[in-house]
């Protein structure tokens, strides 16, 4: 059997979790391979975890990866990225996650204590030498708008791993789902997270 | 790029969709006309995306008041000659089953499909069930698809079957199907030449004196005989089968894909037959004979219910084939929820009898690290008018009735309110069902003041009788009636007090108030929870209210998303608030007891409005004790 890639995007309501892994999708297609993905959105824009799978490749059988065969696990939210790495990543998968975290309103209320950052990263060290944390939002920030942090984790991505996905697909994937002016500024923020790859691998 | 992909003319051009996007290309090549649907998990966005080109390609599209309106809107549709489709979720079934029954009797004319959206692992639902069960009790035929490119091929061919058997077609389309992608090859739209009219016909007259309706259910007896025969012919079930396997696997829906995938990373795909079965009702008898005839045991995948396997085993019984049928219903207690592969490769390890099976989850930091995994409890949105509606309720609660009151809850945003901070609901059921509760607890004369909590959408499709039982026998207590304009829950469709209907045309509003008046309610108050004042003012008059029969509070304020959405349509600027650092003294007073998430406490302990996530609502600066927060001068 040909290798199927299996992706994770993992985040929380509100973050674009869904239109990432469709942009993986699209661009995915468009490279010539058979695709499907499944998400799971508890309570989009509520604060629930949001949870996509992509798989693509010559021939795929089921939507869901299943536990231990992630290659790579984007997470635009850093607790989000370790429950799903924990769950999902094979032992020597790579992991790109955002540094910003969105706080559950049990923490706000002193119920519930968010781990560190130090002791996410560490955690996920135990999985896989290939972890990479980055601020994806401050990047995306700078490329014009917050909500664009998972497309600066997808250019990291392609500069720093061998997804085999030219960077025109993903560009061509944006420009065909997002109006003109948000297109250019996901288009920005992917440049930005690629360039920020490339350094990362340097 | 989604809309083009709906609308394309090119034939054999491949796309990506989703489950639902695909079953509305399907409607769209099948030339359906008419569409109906009320909005619910996994399935709104097939109304949602249908209104996007309903303009385009000329399709009523209408979000119906609830799901058995909606079935029996679309049967109308479709016995006078128009194709139709009618979406909802797993528990919609159940509300749309009483009318099911009698056009299952009456049966239909032009092709019909309904669609039902399933939820194994209730993921957005109150409840786990296993619909299929509603396909055998009703004797419909239903299909259940194992991808989206699969499920568009499906609603063609189902809507072709329906039109040749005249009765309704079932599709399952399980949340995994649903909220999948996938790459869809796309097919002719046709245009069927419809001619709308009313044939008066005997067989729609189901209830009638002298055994009508029994005899209508023979004929349906009879017409299983056909159906039978179509599904043994479907494309759809596919089966895999060299001869010399020992076993072989069975499955349904993505079940299929995860079963096969299991078999290849053991390396026993050639050790397994394997039937892709997409047909669970009517089950297709002699395709299950010959699959199973000459093999020593089959292993059923499934979600949820064993519903497969026990109908199999019945059959392999009946033709006296001995060949053994595992899967759910040998676990004691039976398992529920999805079939995962893990579950799949622990069947195979049974049936081969290959101990050496190893199963990737059974990794040590799975368990290492689950401590820091903590919950993500799903909330109200920034600016959500429901939490400024609590707020008041519990202060109102608090000063006069303490612990001395029940709060009957309903199925909508304002359910999170069974959380911290505000814990104000006791019962989560079904739609409509808060008032129902209220009703029985009130006259049960149990100790404490009893609430309903209910939304504007869920009043309307299920909470007017309660209401009118409660006016009719008497029943004390306080509704309290969450009007955000929108179906808040399922993406800010509109609801009937918004005024617009799906594709965004006037309508009239309708305003829960007037149908409380209208039904007799003596006690009926309107305000707006932005101004906790007169929230809470609201609050406390009714809870004064002796009777005679009920009191109905309604909160009007739309959804906050709605309006922020509605205000980047028309680039409109909301207008924010901030904190004045030197006042803040960190008390916690708006994090702790309001617990808005544009509020963020810094490390400090003052507190930080987070810009982009407020809404301008204002409600926080009322709370504050210190006059910490203001408007933004813009
Ligand atoms: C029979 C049935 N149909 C649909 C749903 C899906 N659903 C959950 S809550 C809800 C309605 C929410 O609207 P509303 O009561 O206005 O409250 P809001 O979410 O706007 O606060 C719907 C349609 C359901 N749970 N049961």
């Known amino acids: ?69 992630a290659d790579i696990v984007v997470g635009i939210e850093p607790l989000e990225a370790l429950r799903s790495s924990i ?116 | 790029m989604l809309k083009n992909s709906l609308l394309s003319n090119e034939k054999g051009k491949r796309v990506i969709l989703s489950g639902n996007e695909a079953i509305v290309r399907g409607a769209i090549e099948a030339g359906v006309k008419f569409a109906t649907s009320y909005p619910g998990n996994p399935c709104t966005e097939i109304l949602d995306t249908l209104i ?41 079934l159940n509300w749309a089953l009483d009318p099911l029954m009698c056009i299952n009797l009456s ?53 072709e079957v329906s039109e040749r058997i005249k009765l309704p077609v079932l599709l399952r389309a399980t949340q995994r199907i649903s909220h999948g992608l996938e790459d869809v090859v796309l097919g002719e739209i046709v245009q069927p030449n419809a001619k709308v009219e009313f044939k008066r016909d005997e067989r729609y007259l189901v209830t009638g004196a002298g055994g009508r309706s029994v005899r209508l259910h023979e004929n349906l007896h009879k017409k299983q005989e056909l159906i039978e025969s179509i599904i043994e012919q479907s494309p759809f079930n596919k089966i895999v089968k060299h001869g010399e396997e020992k076993w072989g696997i069975i499955s349904a829906g993505m079940g299929y894909h995860i079963a096969v995938e299991a078999l290849e990373y053991c390396n026993m795909r050639e050790k397994f037959a394997t039937f892709k079965l997409a047909t669970p009702h009517p089950l297709p008898k002699k395709l299950l004979r010959n699959f199973c005839n000459d093999l020593e045991a089959v292993i059923v995948v499934e979600d949820v219910e064993p519903y497969l396997q026990t109908n199999i085993r019945a059959i392999l019984a009946e033709e006296g084939i001995s060949c053994r049928a595992y899967g759910r219903a040998d676990s004691n207690p039976r398992a529920v929820g999805e079939v995962t592969f893990d579950e799949v490769l622990s069947m195979i390890k049974r049936a081969s009898g290959n ?20 919950s993500r409890p799903l909330t109200m949105c920034s600016g959500c008018p429901h939490r400024a509606t609590f707020y008041a309720m519990k202060r109102a609660v608090n000063k006069t009735l303490k612990d001395k009151a029940l709060f ?4 909508g945003c304002y359910s999170f309110a069974s959380q911290p901070p505000f814990q104000l609901i006791d019962l989560k059921f079904s739609m409509g069902a808060s008032i129902g509760l209220a009703c029985g607890f009130a006259k049960s004369n149990i100790d404490n003041k009893v609430f309903a909590i209910i939304g504007d959408s869920t009043f309307f499709h299920a909470g007017i009788p309660a209401l009118i039982n409660a006016v009719y026998n008497d029943s004390r207590f306080i509704v309290v009636l969450l009007d955000n304009l929108v179906v808040g829950m399922t993406g800010q469709q509109p609801s009937p007090s918004l005024g617009l209907n799906a594709n965004r045309t006037e309508s009239v509003s309708i305003l829960p108030e007037g149908i409380a008046r209208a039904v007799g309610v003596k006690f009926v108050k309107t305000f707006n929870p932005l101004n906790l004042k007169e929230a809470e003012r609201a609050f406390e008059e009714a809870i004064g209210y002796q009777g005679p029969g ?64 407020c809404t301008g609502c204002g409600v926080c600066a009322q709370i504050c004790p210190y006059r910490a927060i203001v408007k933004e001068v813009s």
């Open chain 1, 87 to 202: 769950q999902y990543l094979r032992e020597d998968g790579m992991v790109i996650f955002n540094e910003k975290p969105v706080y559950p309103l049990t923490v706000q209320l002193k119920q519930q204590r968010y781990p560190q950052l130090a002791d996410i990263r560490s955690a996920l060290l135990t999985i896989t030498k290939n972890v990479f944390m980055l601020n994806a939002s401050e990047l995306a920030s700078l490329a014009g708008s917050r909500l664009a942090a998972g497309s600066v984790l997808l250019g990291f991505m392609k500069a720093v791993s061998d997804i085999p996905i030219p960077k025109h697909h993903f560009h061509a994937a944006m420009e065909g789902m997002f109006t003109e002016k948000v297109a250019k500024i996901n288009i920005q923020a992917f440049e930005v997270g690629f360039s920020k790859g490339l350094e990362a691998i340097r």
């Open chain 2, 355 to 374: 101990e050496q099976l190893f199963i990737k989850s059974e990794r040590p930091h799975v368990t290492k690290f689950k401590h820091m995994l903590i």
């Open chain 2, 107 to 159: 049966g239909i004319e032009a092709g019909m499909l309904v669609v039902v959206g399933d939820d194994p692992q209730s993921r957005a639902s109150q409840n786990e069930e296993d619909i299929r069960f509603l396909a055998s009790m009703s004797e419909l035929p239903m299909m259940e698809p194992s991808g989206p490119a699969e499920a568009k091929d499906m609603v063609v061919w189902s809507i």
């Open chain 2, 52 to 92: 996007s080109v309903s303009n385009e390609l000329g399709i009523y599209t209408e979000w119906s008041i609830n799901e058995m309106v909606g079935l029996e809107a679309a049967s109308a549709a479709s016995i006078a000659g128009l194709r139709s489709l009618v979406a909802m979720k797993h528990v919609g």
């Open chain 1, 1 to 69: 059997m040909s290798k199927v890639w299996n992706v994770i995007i993992a985040g929380v309501g509100g973050q674009g979790v869904v239109t990432i892994a469709r942009i993986l999708a699209e661009s995915a297609l468009a490279s010539g391979y058979r695709v499907k993905t499944t998400d799971i959105v508890g309570g989009a824009q509520r604060g629930g975890a949001v949870l996509s799978h992509v798989r693509f490749g010559d021939n795929v059988y089921s939507s869901i990866v299943p536990n231990g065969f």
């Open chain 2, 550 to 613: 009920p009191a109905v509070l309604v909160a009007r304020s739309p959804c906050a998303v709605y309006v922020t959405r509605e205000a980047k349509i028309k680039g409109e600027r909301l207008h924010k608030y901030a904190i004045l650092e030197d006042k803040c003294t960190g008390c916690g007073v708006c994090t702790q007891h309001f617990g808005c998430p544009a509020l963020v406490t810094k490390d400090d302990n003052k507190v930080w409005i987070e810009a982009e996530d």
């Open chain 2, 408 to 411: 009957c809850g309903d199925i």
